[in-house]
């Protein structure tokens, strides 16, 4: 399977802990995006990385929220001290240069 | 501002039948990228199409066609003789033009969830 994947698929944490969320994108892609899709809405874009470079980060990335891309690979996003607010779908997407964006099948994270 | 407006929620049809979902969208861009994709109840997005600002050619693939208006600004989806197989909801996005390295983010619509009956 050569497809956009994400770990973990589901994730429970207690309010306050920290979590991390793992993408890995089509190999031959070097942007990758992260968006966030609550209930009975669209996804909402959070952060960019073209290659290893983070390019645009949206307002609704709290300075809670870190994302990560250290070798233009493989991405990380990271949310410390969790609030039930965070409850939500986690989607990574990937795509080529004017390419379109092909997701993954997403990280859900619930905050007890 | 951009934006983008599906308004129906949601729509029932029966097995057979066409159905038609709308896009509005809202941009100050001359060049723009629009896109439709799927979302299961497996709850993974699947992109079906996307066109560019430039291409008003209305497009067909198999049982899919859209329709892009750009003096209405809209483009909507239309499923000829619907399955249950197309249940789920479909979203509509936007995408700005690449301008120095902005990496063309999505904005997508609420999306409109379909339910097909046998």
């Known amino acids: 399977d050569t497809g956009v994947s994400q770990d973990p698929r589901h994730k429970i944490t207690k309010r306050g802990q920290n979590v991390t969320f793992r993408c890995d994108p089509i190999?031959?892609?070097?942007?990758l995006y992260w968006y966030r899709q609550t209930l009975g809405q669209g996804p909402e874009f959070l952060t960019y990385?073209?290659?290893?470079?983070?390019?645009?980060k949206s307002r609704l990335l709290s300075d809670r929220f870190s994302a990560e891309r250290p070798k233009g690979s493989f991405s990380t996003l990271e949310i410390q001290r969790t609030e039930q607010g965070d409850s939500a779908m986690y989607l990574c997407?990937?795509?080529?240069?004017?390419?379109?964006?092909?997701f993954g099948p997403g990280t859900r994270l619930t905050v007890t | 501002a951009q934006k983008v407006t599906q308004a129906q929620t949601e729509i029932s049809v029966v097995e057979k039948e066409d159905v038609t979902l709308d896009c509005v969208y809202e941009?100050?861009?001359?060049?723009?990228?629009l896109f439709w994709y799927k979302q299961p109840p497996s709850g993974e997005l699947v992109f079906l199409i996307r066109?560019?600002?430039?291409?008003?050619q209305n497009e067909i693939s198999g049982r899919y066609s859209w329709n892009f208006q750009k003096s209405t600004s809209s483009f909507n989806f239309t499923i000829t003789a619907s399955q249950v197989v197309d249940s789920a909801v479909y979203f509509c996005?936007?995408?700005?033009?690449?301008?120095?390295?902005?990496?063309?983010?999505?904005?997508f619509g609420q999306g409109t969830e379909l339910s097909v009956k046998p």
């Open positions: 997407a990937s795509s080529s240069d004017r390419g379109e964006q092909y």
């Open positions: 190999s031959e892609h070097n942007r």
């Open positions: 990385f073209q290659n290893e470079a983070q390019l645009e």
């Open positions: 941009t100050r861009d001359t060049t723009y990228y």
């Open positions: 066109r560019n600002s430039f291409d008003e």
């Open positions: 996005a936007l995408s700005e033009a690449e301008i120095y390295n902005q990496g063309g983010k999505l904005i």
